[in-house]
């Protein structure tokens, strides 16, 4: 069974910092593209950044420069790094795995960027 848990979401005020995880089971996870998407209320999940088995990272122009993904195989975990946080980046946040055809998601954790 495969399983990707969220962790780290929560209230910060505008400029804070968050680290997301997601721990990942059920996988072979060194041959995933690791990915964290969001959604914001009323608007479509979009991507926030990936990471590829070869650690290559690609990251969507509204968190250059601020977020930062990372990866741990030896924990099956990926990371999440956020910084100088907006309210425009409060979303619910969701890990995904991805290995040619198959994709699985976890069940998303909220962040909320608000003074």
């Known amino acids: 069974q495969v399983r990707l848990v969220e962790s780290g979401g929560g209230l910060v005020q505008p400029g804070g910092s968050l680290r997301l995880s ?6 072979t996870f060194t041959l995933y593209t690791m990915g964290w998407y969001r959604q914001a209320p009323g608007k479509q999940r979009e991507l926030v950044a990936t990471i590829t088995s070869a650690d290559n990272t690609n990251y969507a122009d509204s968190v250059k420069g601020r977020f930062t993904i990372s990866r741990n195989n030896a924990e ?3 990371y999440l790094q956020m910084n100088s ?11 995904n795995a991805l290995f040619r055809t198959l994709t ?3 069940q998303g954790t909220q962040v909320t960027v608000s003074s």
């Not at 997601?22 to 996988?27: N, Q």
């Not at 946080?85 to 890990?95: E, I, S």
């Open 85 to 95: 946080l907006k309210p425009d980046d409060t979303a619910v946040y969701y890990c």
């Open 76 to 78: 099956n975990t990926v």
């Open 104 to 106: 699985y998601w976890g």
């Open 22 to 27: 997601c721990a990942a089971s059920g996988i």
